[in-house]
């Protein structure tokens, strides 16, 4: 009786370990799921920033040229006896 | 197959639906965060009220599998909606092709440049004459004596040469403005002759020249070269020797015929 208790005890015991060890299995997916997901944001962070930054200075040369074309345009009109001669 | 981005017919339209739905997305990621904080303590209370925790921990493993899903979609999501809304670069190239045509093709802007450059071209023409660092250089001895009276610009940092050669012309020796020192310029190499003895007994001294140290002479500058004649001359061979004989013979008679005269 006493010997069926003790195995009982060691089945019972084996399968919480076994439990305890899937329940570590699944924590550890989760992690490391996580740290992918992490890692991916930090470098679509980085991605996006360098497009911006791109798109940062196309717009910034777009905005030059076109100050230079105003103050070309602006000289022109402002001097019409040019176009007389 | 055929980019859709490229085959769109209305830009705007379609950049206005990108931003809507990367907003959407956006908005949903930021839901499914309250969501996610609802449903774990929901998981906790539950566990800690309940008899059977085996079903509630499993129930709340299957749910976090289904939130990490559904958080990696509405990320993926949101980042493809946002890297579609920047490289779609179509608007700015169109916009730096529209200013570089404005840039180009601009007719007035094109005729009021012309016209400012022969407007300016005309301005340097009627300006006459400037001064010009290069002028050519021409050797001395094929100038002509007319020419050195016109008036020239004033040239600074020529070369050495030149300036020597104009106060050599311009400047006439005088006497008065000779300072203390004198020079006697003497050609070593043909002492013997200046002192030699002519035929009526007296020495003469025509090499014996006396000339004043100025600034700018260039006669005390050139000193005779006697590498030049040497390459330039033909080789005497044995006349050579003969006449070092005969220049020692002279210069030892010379020196005697001093000591004889003191």
């Not at chain 1, 962070?45 to 905005?63: H, M």
């Not at chain 2, 566990?47 to 079903?55: D, I, P, R």
């Not at chain 2, 999501?77 to 180009?104: D, G, M, P, Y």
């Not at chain 2, 050609?187 to 020249?209: E, F, H, Q, V």
Request: aromatic letters at 6%.
């Amino acid at each position: 009786m006493a010997r069926a208790g003790g195995i009982t005890n060691a089945v019972n015991v084996g399968i919480a370990v076994q439990a305890d060890w899937e329940n570590r299995e699944f924590i550890s997916h989760i992690s490391l799921n996580v740290r992918r997901l992490f890692d991916f944001l930090v470098q679509f962070e980085a991605t996006t920033k360098s497009k911006l930054a791109s798109l940062n200075e196309k717009l910034d040369l777009l905005e030059h040229r076109l100050e230079l074309l105003e103050v070309q345009v602006g000289t022109a009109s402002a001097n019409p006896a040019l176009f007389n001669t | 197959m055929e980019d859709p981005k490229c085959t769109r017919t209305n830009p705007e339209a379609d950049e206005s639906e990108d931003v809507v739905r990367f907003e959407k997305s956006l908005r949903e990621l930021k839901d499914l965060r309250s969501q996610l904080h609802f449903a774990a303590d929901y998981c906790e209370s539950t566990f800690l009220n309940a008899e059977e925790k085996n079903t509630i921990v499993d129930n709340t493993k299957e749910y976090v599998c289904k939130a990490m899903v559904t958080v990696v979609d509405h990320l993926g999501n949101v980042s493809a909606n946002l890297n579609c809304c920047i490289s779609n670069a179509c608007e700015f190239s169109n916009a730096e092709l529209r200013i570089n045509c404005l840039k180009q093709v601009s007719p007035f802007i094109h005729i009021a440049r012309l016209l400012l450059c022969e407007e300016y071209s005309g301005k340097l023409a009627s300006t006459g004459v400037q001064w010009d660092a290069v002028l050519p250089r021409h050797s001395p001895r094929y100038l002509l004596t007319s020419i050195t009276n016109v008036e020239r610009p004033k040239e600074v940092g020529r070369d050495s040469e030149t300036q020597t050669l104009k106060a050599g012309e311009n400047r006439e020796f005088k006497t008065e403005d000779v300072p203390l020192f004198l020079y006697t310029h003497t050609n070593k190499p043909l002492l013997y002759k200046s002192l030699a003895p002519r035929a009526d007994g007296r020495k003469t001294d025509a090499n014996l020249s006396i000339v004043s140290v100025r600034d700018g002479l260039s006669i005390l500058s050139k000193s005779f070269n006697p590498t030049f004649h040497f390459q330039g001359a033909p080789k005497l061979g044995r006349n050579v020797l003969r006449r070092k004989s005969t220049h020692s013979s002279d210069i030892i008679s010379l020196i005697r015929r001093i000591r004889w005269s003191t």
